[in-house]
């Protein structure tokens, strides 16, 4: 990395200061991300979804701003999938029985579904993307330490961190340990604070798991918390830059994390931490549907929406907002990235982007757009400077293509190349306009009327313009 490049000064919120700070990296030029991923027993819901796209415009813009990127997000296919109170069933063995399908097929047919998703949301392929079971034996070294170091203690089910040995457990979600103590209610079992968390689980001796593996402390299975801390530092080091995951991480996942990897390696784990906020179903949307389905990008396109205006829809809320999401806010969403799509491109039509000169004028935009966009990503400033330079008779058209294009690369919402959705017309309406067209020729207009109403009842419209019909989709 050449000493004179000049990086920009990007602030980001660190949910460990709880305030936003000048992004300072360990090495000069480059940053390392651990981006926690999804887990794979169940379809990942939409509101995960809006956290990796998060996840995505972070890494875009350092990738934007010049800096080597390392972003690393783990695939979690097996660990001690119960709730965070290390209660109740493993999900896992819930997904098996739900769908009459082994552990293994399970998690490689929800880690499927997760990729196309991240495809279809143009969220860039993480450098690493780790299995949590193809990094079993990082695990037991890394509780082999813990262990060696006085912090893990056994019981009949398993070996557990002791939380009561830090000062400063649960310092990044501000945990009053005391006051947790006072409110315990819930059956604690061998564990000797409430605190404390599996890292290693025992197999039930009277049945064999699907997923299982030696340990020296018997056969078994890692806890949950272990393989971000071992993944993250297999990958990035014992010390690296940023941490990502969903607000809902904060309290047990990733202060286990940190208890976990700054014990073992006695050293700071992470510099910056960052979350999503959660994404709010409005209207008596329920993330998970009776059928138990979730509601998941799939759900979004079985109503003919585009993907990329979900993608869209999350950009025009700051990534530490509430979203509210119901289907009118999606679709008025949509309807506004068309509108965005069809002005850039009508606008770029004949420009070559690559040969554009950028005057003084479109400098000031690039300064404007930059500093929203380095303080602390704020990607609905970014697309109301969009709006805002479109209509700007100071610029030429070509001008509007070349900063389009530039902060596109970080947006990714396709604004140049996007092609329209093409409307599949089931074949009874086919036959409706069919049936239309011959009567119209007839000169039966009511008979048309008619064949039109039903076409409209069946959720689609025509546009007669120029003598040619076109297909809408209400
Ligand atoms: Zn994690």
């Known amino acids: 990395m050449p000493t004179t490049t000049e990086y920009p000064t990007i602030k980001l919120f660190n949910t460990m200061a709880r305030a936003v700070e000048v992004f300072t990296p360990i090495k000069r030029g480059q940053v390392g991300i651990y981006s926690c991923g999804p887990t794979v027993y169940h379809d990942v819901h939409i509101g995960n ?53 082994d552990a293994w097929d399970i998690a490689k047919k929800y880690t499927d579904t997760f990729l196309k998703h991240c495809r279809l949301l143009n969220i860039h392929r ?60 819930v059956d604690m079992g061998e564990k000797r604070n409430i605190t404390d968390f599996a890292l290693w689980k025992f197999s039930p001796t009277d049945s064999k798991r699907d997923m299982e593996w030696a340990s020296p402390w018997g056969v078994g299975f890692p806890g949950w918390h272990i393989e971000c801390s071992a993944m993250a530092g297999r990958y990035l080091g014992d010390h690296f830059d940023i941490h990502t995951g969903g607000i809902d991480l ?122 929203d966009l380095f303080d602390d990503l704020n990607t609905s400033k970014v697309l109301a400077h969009i709006w805002t330079l479109l209509d700007d008779s100071k610029l030429t058209s070509a001008e509007k293509s070349a900063l389009v294009a530039r902060y596109d690369a970080v947006l990714q919402l396709e604004l140049l190349t996007h092609e329209k959705q093409e409307i599949v017309v089931p074949t009874e309406v086919q036959e409706l306009i069919k049936a239309r067209e011959e009567a119209r020729k007839a000169r039966d207009f009511n008979q048309a009327d008619e064949l039109r109403n039903k076409i409209v009842h069946l959720g689609y419209n025509l546009k007669d313009t120029n003598g040619k019909t076109e297909v809408i989709k209400l």
């Not at 979690?76 to 209660?87: I, S």
């Not at 906020?277 to 929406?305: E, P, Y």
Request: contains cysteine.
């Open 49 to 101: 979804m809006r956290a990796f796209i998060f996840a995505d415009i972070l890494r875009r813009t350092f990738d934007y701003a010049d800096y080597k990127v390392t972003q690393v997000m783990n695939i979690t296919d097996v660990g001690h999938l119960t709730d965070d109170a290390n209660d109740g069933e493993d999900k896992m063995i819930v997904a098996m029985r739900r769908e009459g399908m």
């Open 126 to 185: 993480p450098d690493y993307m780790p299995h949590a079971t193809d990094h079993i034996p990082e695990q037991i070294t890394m509780i082999k330490h813990l262990e060696e170091k006085g912090y893990t203690y056994k019981t009949s089910d398993g070996i557990y961190f002791d939380t009561s040995k830090l000062k400063d457990y649960g310092h990044l979600a501000r945990l009053d340990i005391e006051g947790l103590k006072a409110g315990e209610r």
């Open 250 to 371: 904060i309290p047990v996942h990733h202060s286990n994390e940190i208890a976990q990897s700054e014990c073992a390696n006695d050293c700071r784990f992470v510099n910056y931490w960052m979350h999503t906020a959660f994404l709010n179903l409005k209207g008596g949307l329920k993330m998970s549907k009776s059928s138990g389905d979730f509601l998941t990008l799939d759900s979004i396109i079985a109503r003919d929406i585009d993907p990329l205006a979900f993608r869209y829809l999350c950009l025009m809320c700051h990534y530490r907002m509430g979203m509210d999401f119901d289907w009118e806010g999606l679709k008025a969403a949509a309807t506004g990235y068309r509108r965005l799509v069809d002005r850039v491109q009508t606008l770029a039509r004949d420009v070559d982007i690559a040969l554009v000169t950028l005057g003084g004028y479109a400098q000031e935009y690039i300064a404007k757009i930059d500093a």
